[in-house]
């Protein structure tokens, strides 16, 4: 997803997706990946549209929830979008062979997340204070 003015990219965004299973139920899952925001551009509230937007894509897109991880200081930004942070949630990054978890020693990350569907909003509580086994894979290890 691109922001774009007259021909010059201002902010662009991967929206990654994948199936997950949590607590026995199987959810269709949206992150956010390479957020980011031209130099010069920043600061006038760009990055901030288009979090917004890409939240609002994904639930157009019909998925159940929209999940990633940020480091701490960016909690703020991604509040402003319209994310909410889903407490003591890790995310299980990498492959089952490799996992790559959103609390490995150097890391301060938080979890946000945004719930589209009555199904992920029932299982909200279950997926607060747990690790959610995401593997996305070897490229994108972590959303
Ligand atoms: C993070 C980033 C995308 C923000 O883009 P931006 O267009 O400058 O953001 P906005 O102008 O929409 O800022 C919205 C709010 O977030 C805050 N914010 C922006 N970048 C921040 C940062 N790095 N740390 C803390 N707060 C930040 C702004 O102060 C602003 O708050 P305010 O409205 O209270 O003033 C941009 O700084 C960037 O490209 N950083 C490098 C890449 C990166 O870290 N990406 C995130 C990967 S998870």
């Given at each position: 997803?691109?922001?774009?003015?007259?021909?010059?990219?201002?902010?662009?965004?991967?929206?990654?997706?994948?199936?997950i299973v949590h607590?026995?139920g199987c959810?269709?899952?949206?992150?956010?990946?390479?957020?980011?925001?031209?130099?010069?551009?920043?600061?006038?509230?760009?990055?901030?549209?288009?979090?917004?937007?890409?939240?609002?894509?994904?639930?157009?897109?019909?998925?159940?929830?929209?999940?990633?991880?940020?480091?701490?200081?960016?909690?703020?930004?991604?509040?402003?979008?319209?994310?909410?942070?889903?407490?003591?949630?890790?995310?299980?990054?990498?492959?089952?062979?490799?996992?790559?978890?959103?609390?490995?020693?150097?890391?301060?990350?938080?979890?946000?997340?945004?719930?589209?569907?009555?199904?992920?909003?029932?299982?909200?509580?279950?997926?607060?204070?747990?690790?959610?086994?995401?593997?996305?894979?070897?490229?994108?290890?972590?959303?």
């Amino acid at each position: 997803m691109l922001l774009v003015d007259e021909g010059t990219v201002l902010a662009a965004l991967d929206i990654l997706t994948k199936e997950i299973v949590h607590a026995g139920g199987c959810f269709a899952a949206g992150g956010l990946s390479t957020v980011v925001t031209r130099r010069e551009a920043r600061g006038h509230g760009y990055g901030r549209r288009l979090v917004t937007a890409a939240r609002e894509a994904m639930a157009a897109r019909q998925l159940d929830l929209g999940l990633f991880t940020c480091d701490r200081p960016l909690q703020a930004f991604y509040e402003s979008a319209g994310w909410r942070v889903l407490p003591g949630a890790v995310l299980i990054g990498g492959t089952p062979q490799a996992p790559f978890p959103s609390d490995q020693p150097g890391f301060d990350k938080v979890t946000m997340a945004d719930f589209f569907s009555l199904k992920s909003r029932k299982a909200q509580a279950s997926l607060r204070n747990s690790r959610i086994e995401l593997y996305p894979g070897e490229i994108d290890k972590l959303w």
